[in-house]
């Protein structure tokens, strides 16, 4: 219905009820792969992906996701990583959560009817003068390449500081930056997922040997049927009120690692994950 | 001599008095921890002590500090020295039936896990990070330690001399799959009068054991069919959604 993989709220409960860090995040990709194809599907199905514009923001996705991998291993490398993640973390989620909250509240209250899409900000200015121009038809956009490229490059480097899929904060840029319609960016960001994942999860069974089949499925049987609801409920809302939805889902997870940052933790040891 | 130790000298096999049931927990699909039963024999005035220990292993972790105002991962910790699985217990409690040399010998308590354990850290509490390390295992269920609940049954039931106990613990499901060593201690007088060992394997069957070797075995492979399987799961999932919403809503057109 969000169109985000949920990897943000599913790894830390998997976490919190027993399963190793390093298990839960590589198994929560893999059940991602079954859930987003799913998705995908009936998005597709529903005409709600934009093949084209997701081809771009993929390959955008995957340049930023190997600068991403390379600064936080910098990070790392100056003892900084974790307090880069755990604050970005909470400065992102906040940040669109709140103004995708009172954006599409303030739309509701003003009784906007059906889903508008935003105007595309490549309309005129600068972005118009950009080169490769291209008409997005099935997102009702046009936008040089460079822009939803560069745009799911940062996507991309902040998806692989945070350690997730960058869901929640692509759908957002998608609406807001791209101008794309809602529908149009949850199915079309479901479509991205599911190919970032997928080379996850084989990098992750090559590299840590950490995917759990068994327990990926049994995660997948719930998140594929789950996503088909989603998918169909998606369609009897109006698409502020998705957002409202989305954004009150990005402000309690920031709220608790907002706790995680200012509140004494009841254990002071947290496994390192990938030993 | 004690009825232990007439078992310990049967050493290598297992010892006549003292049975384990199973000797093999088996890690199945369902697999949500296992019912162990330790029985054998004791003389009327010994106390029993029965300590389960995983492979000693060596765990890294992060070390959450304050920084200004922010709870922050500050030191990267390497504690070694430790067992996976430490579960002990005993008739009557540790400390009243052994002195302090003993206990730190046999790793009884956590403070004989504390002096055992090795610490690497940077500029960090020693002592703090073992507490924690202890805290950390209790709360996964991996350390634990309890008094009584062994019961006394007739000697036909244990198959030794009188009197018997029989006493059954729960093996977690947090366990992974290894060799394990069940101790028994008979503890008089303020020692141990006999000590013995009887290994305990965890193993993996069934299905994970398959998943888990070709995980191990053929990474690349089992890296394409993971994602395979999702992706068709994926897709059959959405197939069969498709079918039942295709005829709901032909069933409604029809009920128009």
């Known amino acids: 219905m969000f169109g985000v993989s949920g990897g943000f709220l599913l790894t830390p409960i998997l976490m919190m009820i027993g399963i190793p860090p390093t298990l839960a995040a590589a198994s929560d990709s893999c059940q991602v792969v079954a859930g987003s194809a799913s998705g995908t599907a009936a998005h597709l199905r529903l005409g709600n992906v934009d093949v084209k514009l997701g081809t771009v923001l993929l390959l955008g996705g995957l340049s930023g996701g190997w600068i991403g991998v390379h600064l936080i291993k910098s990070l790392r490398a100056l003892g900084v990583a974790d307090l880069t993640i755990t604050v970005t973390y909470v400065v992102m989620l906040g940040m669109v959560g709140a103004f995708m909250f009172i954006e599409s509240l303030g739309s509701l209250r003003r009784g906007a009817v059906g889903p508008k899409p935003q105007p595309s900000p490549s309309g005129h200015g600068f972005l118009s003068r950009l080169p490769f121009q291209t008409d997005f038809p099935r997102s009702q956009v046009r936008h040089s390449v460079l822009l939803p490229f560069f745009l799911a490059g940062l996507v991309g480097i902040l998806a692989a500081v945070m350690g997730v899929g960058g869901g929640f904060i692509m759908v957002p840029m998608m609406i807001y930056l791209l101008g794309m319609p809602m529908h149009v960016a949850v199915g079309t960001d479901l479509f991205q997922i599911l190919f970032t994942c997928a080379g996850v999860t084989y990098m992750q069974a090559t590299t840590n040997h950490t995917v759990d089949l068994v327990l990926a499925l049994l995660l997948g049987a719930g998140s594929t049927i789950g996503a088909q609801a989603g998918a169909r409920a998606g369609r009897r809302l109006h698409s502020n009120q998705i957002k409202i939805l989305l954004a009150s889902v990005m402000l309690v997870v920031m709220v608790k690692m907002a706790g995680g940052l200012l509140l004494r933790p009841a254990i002071h040891l947290t496994p390192v994950q990938g030993h | ?256």
């Not at chain 2, 390497?78 to 003993?102: D, H, Q, Y």
């Not at chain 2, 924690?132 to 350390?143: I, V």
């Not at chain 2, 398959?210 to 992706?231: D, E, K, P, Q």
């Not at chain 2, 959405?238 to 809503?249: G, S, Y």
Request: hydrophobic share 45%; charged share 20%; with cysteine.
């Open chain 2, 1 to 256: 001599m004690t009825a232990l130790s007439l078992w310990a000298a049967a050493a290598g096999t297992p010892p006549p008095g003292v049975k384990v049931t199973p000797d093999v927990v088996r890690m199945g699909a369902f697999y949500g921890g296992a019912t162990v039963r330790v029985e054998g024999a004791r003389d009327a005035d010994a106390t029993i002590i029965v300590a389960v220990r995983g492979p000693t292993v060596t765990e890294v972790f992060n070390h959450d500090g304050r920084a200004g105002f922010l709870w922050v991962n500050t030191a990267k910790v390497t504690i070694s020295e430790v067992p996976s699985l430490w579960l002990v217990f005993s008739s009557e409690r540790v400390g009243a039936c052994l002195p302090r040399a003993v206990i730190d010998q046999y790793g009884l308590d956590q403070a004989a896990l504390k002096k055992q354990m090795r610490i690497q850290c940077q500029a960090c509490d020693q002592g703090q990070i073992a507490e924690e390390y202890l805290n950390y295992k209790a709360m996964q269920g991996s350390y634990r330690r309890a008094s009584g609940d062994f019961r006394k049954v007739a000697a036909s039931a244990a198959g030794v001399s009188d009197p018997s106990f029989r006493f059954e613990f729960e093996f977690p499901r947090c366990a992974t799959p290894g060799e394990y060593q069940v101790r028994v201690l008979e503890c008089r007088g303020g020692e141990v009068s006999a000590s013995l060992e009887v290994p305990l394997r965890v193993v993996e069957v069934g299905f994970p054991s398959f998943i888990s070797g070709m995980a191990s075995r053929h990474a690349s492979f089992y890296g394409m069919l993971s994602v395979l399987v999702a992706l068709l799961a994926g897709l059959g999932i959405d197939f069969l959604a498709a079918q039942l919403f295709k005829r709901r809503e032909a069933a409604n057109l029809k009920s128009r």
